[in-house]
């Protein structure tokens, strides 16, 4: 995983963890309908976690940056 001012940079998805541990309604995993997001340790330290496999299905739909109340998701 590349690592840089604490964003974990994936192919074309960026999250800011630092705002994922402050989140406490994981918009990001419930509206992608492609299934691009999962939100692990929800209780102690919530952290979005990418889909390697499912991120080429990403349409740039942008509803999951829209939901995001932590503004937390760039999409290059
Ligand atoms: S990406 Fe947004 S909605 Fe998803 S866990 Fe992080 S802060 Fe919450
Ligand atoms: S842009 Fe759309 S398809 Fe891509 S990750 Fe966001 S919600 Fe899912």
């Known amino acids: 995983m590349e690592v840089s001012n604490n964003c974990s940079t994936k192919t074309f998805h960026i999250i800011n963890e630092n705002k994922c541990l402050k989140c406490q309604t994981f918009e990001c995993e419930n509206v992608c309908f492609r299934g691009i997001y999962k939100v692990i340790n929800k209780d102690l330290a919530p952290k979005c976690v990418i889909?390697?496999?499912?991120?080429?299905?990403?349409v740039k739909c942008h509803l999951c940056t829209t939901a995001c109340k932590q503004k937390a998701i760039e999409i290059l």
């Open 51 to 58: 889909a390697k496999e499912r991120e080429p299905f990403c």
